[in-house]
Every structure is written in structure tokens, then in C-alpha cells.
């Protein structure tokens, strides 16, 4: 069974850019979350979303935003890019939305310049 | 405001002891916490889980120890193995949504 697919795995952009990732789930997990981690930081939750539906959102600016397709694969997009958003952002799939261990990919290593 | 706290960055073992990892929190409508384990270049894999109604869950050399009254939740690995070294994280969760909070990681180092 595939593991949770990430692309691109790196990505470079300069601050005021916007900069779209992607994730495929583990096929049949229905949700689908996204984590930013810093250096020296634990994940930081971003949002998840079940059933193209988003039920729970981070703390983050509205420049974060996100959606779910119909086959559960998610984007994720950041908007008018800042240097501190600099990060390896996460995806993570689980079959149902509660209580579930999360399937995490490789992530996405994003650098603004 | 970090729920969710790991205060020891890094701990040192030898082959075969213990290896004990710390974990506090501060919110007490926390119910169900998770330990992860990751390696450079990958994404964490899980560990091990364990809901507020016990106080403990094994899984072969892995076993979580949650202590409600103070907060505070542990990993135990017996006997240590040089693969184990990587990053543990410990996350929680309120009211059985996937949101989960994580810890900044204790960089586990088995030496052999």
C-alpha cells in the first residue's frame, strides 16, 4: 500500500510569491491534515479536512488556505509568501477523522528568499 | 502558548538500558496522546497511543505512562536499540478530533 505522497519535495520562492503543495493520501484514509514545522519547533497544526469539508483550523494567517478533492487529496496554498514561512510543511492522512493515528508523508521543504 | 512540552531537547543512552522520554502538558481537557518517532528527511511514523482513561499502554519494547494529576506523560523503550535513534515527538488531542498539539521533540541518541 503507498504511503502518503508529497510533492514537490523542495520548493524555492522569493517573499511576496505564492506557492501551491500537494498531498496524496493513503488511498482509502478520507482525512487529510497539515502540519508546519519549524527549527526548534514542534508541529504546528494547520488545518484538516474530511469528506472536502475543512472541520478544523490552526491558528495561522488567512494567507493559509487549503481544500480537499472528491478522490481526498488535498492542496494546500500560501498566498504573498513571508520569510518566516520558511518551514517543512507536513501532510498527514487518516482513515476517519477522530482519535486516529496520522499517516504523515515526507513533507514539502519550502524556502522563501 | 505551548500546550504541549518536551523541555529535554536531546538525552543520551547506551545499547540496552532505558530510554525514558518526558512529555507535559498544560491543558486538562487533553484525552488522547500519541508518541512519533522521526528520522531526518521523513515524515514521523507512530508509535504508540494511549487514551486519558488508562494509565498506560504497551507495545513490545514501547510502553506510555500518563499521569493526569501532574500532567505529565511518558515514553519508556526497553531495552534501547541504536535504531531508535531519531526525534520523538508526544502530541495530544481534545474531544477525539485529529487536531493535535504537538511537543518541540527530544532528539533520542542510543549509543552502541
Known amino acids: 500500500k503507498a504511503g502518503v505522497t508529497q510533492t514537490p519535495r523542495y520548493l524555492i520562492k522569493t517573499r511576496g510569491q505564492q506557492v501551491t503543495l500537494s498531498c496524496s493520501p493513503i488511498?482509502?484514509?478520507?482525512?487529510v491534515s497539515w502540519y508546519q514545522q519549524t527549527p526548534g519547533q514542534g508541529l504546528q497544526f494547520l488545518f484538516e479536512y474530511f469528506s472536502e469539508t475543512q472541520r478544523n483550523k490552526g491558528n495561522f494567517p488567512g494567507r493559509f488556505s487549503g481544500r480537499q478533492f472528491s478522490n481526498s487529496r488535498s492542496e494546500m496554498n500560501v498566498s504573498t509568501l513571508e520569510l518566516g514561512d520558511s518551514a517543512l510543511y507536513l501532510c498527514a492522512s487518516s482513515v476517519a477523522p477522530t482519535n486516529e493515528k496520522l499517516f504523515f508523508g515526507s513533507g514539502t521543504q519550502l524556502s522563501v528568499l | 502558548d505551548q500546550q504541549v512540552k518536551q523541555n529535554s531537547p536531546s538525552l543520551s543512552v547506551q545499547e540496552g538500558r532505558i530510554s525514558i522520554l518526558n512529555c507535559d502538558y498544560t491543558n486538562s481537557m487533553f484525552d488522547y496522546f500519541l508518541w512519533y518517532k522521526k528520522y531526518p528527511a521523513e515524515g514521523p511514523t507512530f508509535l504508540i497511543s494511549i487514551s486519558s482513561i488508562k494509565d498506560k499502554n504497551e507495545d513490545g519494547r514501547f510502553t506510555v505512562f500518563l499521569n493526569k494529576s501532574a500532567k505529565h506523560l511518558s515514553l519508556h523503550i526497553v531495552p534501547s536499540q541504536p535504531g531508535d535513534s531519531a526525534v520523538y515527538f508526544c502530541?495530544?488531542?481534545?474531544?477525539?478530533?485529529?487536531?493535535?498539539?504537538f511537543g518541540s521533540g527530544t532528539k533520542l541518541n542510543v549509543k552502541p
Open positions: 488511498s482509502g484514509h478520507r482525512s
Open positions: 502530541a495530544a488531542s481534545v474531544g477525539g478530533f485529529n487536531k493535535f498539539y
